[in-house]
């Protein structure tokens, strides 16, 4: 009798386990418009989850993200163009959630830093090659009379070995 | 010119540093990084007015909270559930505020079902003077909160002071809010 019971019991741990994922993931309504529901998809795809930071909150499966998506979905079936809809966000969140980041002030060092470490490693390279071919030229030029004296005294010294 | 050998090994030094440059440069972006917080993202609502919104009251408790109850005086507005964990760690400090009368305690409750908020608050007391319920999350979207707990300072006039993430600490509010408060009822901009 027990051994039965137990059984049940195992089965039944084993059925709550299969229905677990549903629980973890709740699925969006789409848009009834699908040319409406693809801007909302597009606008998702911009914005980044506040919670797991570097995602978008269309791939997030956090509450505040599916929130958002579905703000998102109700700007745009408003009647909000795709700027105003990101906009009505940014005013909540900042330009933190924006995954790709206006350019300002604040911003350019982000997007003109790439550019600049660029322009600043060729410079060096150029900068060392010239450095380089200094001395190599300076190979084929006679030797002045101070060297001469030392090369010289070395050729000499090799001599009394 | 004359001394060619003498220029190449001042050049030869001056590359000897550039690892240590490097590992200098590198190392000061990594400690700086050491004190950032990228779980905290700063609010872009400082300084501005608390957005428009009215939430109904708690089952069977009154007073719910919208834009106008915050204009008047100084309060705190805490952003709270009863799913939050460490919610109940700063609980007891908010508790301490409101028996001593140091300032108005409001509270945002959100995401949560009515009954368990009210049990929440049954069980570890309720140091809020309104509390607006927040079933939907959408005011706290227009509050910009992305997770709880929160704590807003708001002035007298209605403006959003600064805003406090994660649970408020004593050492938050010793060295953060009452300050901020004090500074406040002197007059003074306050910084937090």
């Not at chain 1, 982000?110 to 060729?122: D, N, R």
């Not at chain 1, 060297?147 to 000499?156: I, T, Y």
């Not at chain 2, 050998?5 to 000061?28: D, F, K, M, T, Y």
């Not at chain 2, 719910?64 to 760690?89: E, H, M």
Request: one cysteine or more; hydrophobic letters at 45%; glycine letters at 8%.
């Amino acid at each position: 009798m027990l051994m039965v019971n137990l059984r049940c019991l195992i089965v039944a741990i084993c059925l709550v386990g299969l229905v677990a994922p549903a629980w973890s993931v709740a699925v969006d309504t789409p848009l009834a418009d699908p040319s409406l529901e693809a801007r909302a998809r597009a606008i998702h795809k911009q914005l980044r989850c506040l919670v797991c930071q570097n995602q978008s909150i269309e791939d997030s499966n956090s509450s505040l993200a599916r929130d958002l998506r579905i703000l998102v979905r109700d700007r745009v079936t408003a009647g909000d163009s795709d700027a105003a809809a990101i906009d009505f966000v940014v005013d909540r969140y900042g330009d933190w959630v924006l995954l790709r980041p206006p350019m300002k002030w604040g911003t350019a060092i982000l997007w003109l830093g790439p550019a600049l470490f660029l322009i600043l490693a060729l410079t060096l390279i150029v900068f060392w090659y010239r450095r380089r071919q200094g001395p190599d030229a300076a190979i084929g030029a006679p030797l002045n009379a101070n060297e001469k004296a030392q090369l010289r005294a070395l050729l000499d010294d090799g001599d009394h070995t | 010119m004359n001394e060619p050998g003498l220029e190449q090994r001042s050049s030869r030094n001056w590359l000897g540093l550039l690892p240590l440059a490097v590992v200098l440069i590198i190392g000061g972006f990594l400690f700086a990084g050491l004190s950032l917080q990228p779980k905290e993202i700063p609010s872009v609502l400082i300084g501005k007015a608390v957005p428009e919104f009215d939430l109904p009251a708690l089952p069977n408790r009154p007073k719910g909270l919208k834009t106008g109850d915050l204009k008047g005086q100084i309060s705190l507005v805490n952003v709270f559930a009863s799913w939050c964990v460490s919610c109940r760690a700063e609980h007891p400090l908010f508790m301490k505020l409101s028996t001593h009368g140091v300032v108005p305690v409001h509270g945002l409750n959100y995401k949560d079902e009515g009954p368990a908020a009210i049990g929440w608050l049954r069980r570890y007391g309720d140091p809020y003077d309104r509390v607006g319920h927040d079933l939907k999350g959408r005011v706290g979207i227009d509050w910009g909160v992305y997770g709880v707990p929160e704590t807003f300072l708001v002035d007298a006039e209605g403006r959003i002071v600064c805003k406090h993430i994660g649970p408020v600490m004593a050492r938050d509010l010793e060295e953060k809010l009452l300050p901020a408060i004090h500074a406040l009822r002197q007059g003074d901009t306050a910084q937090c």
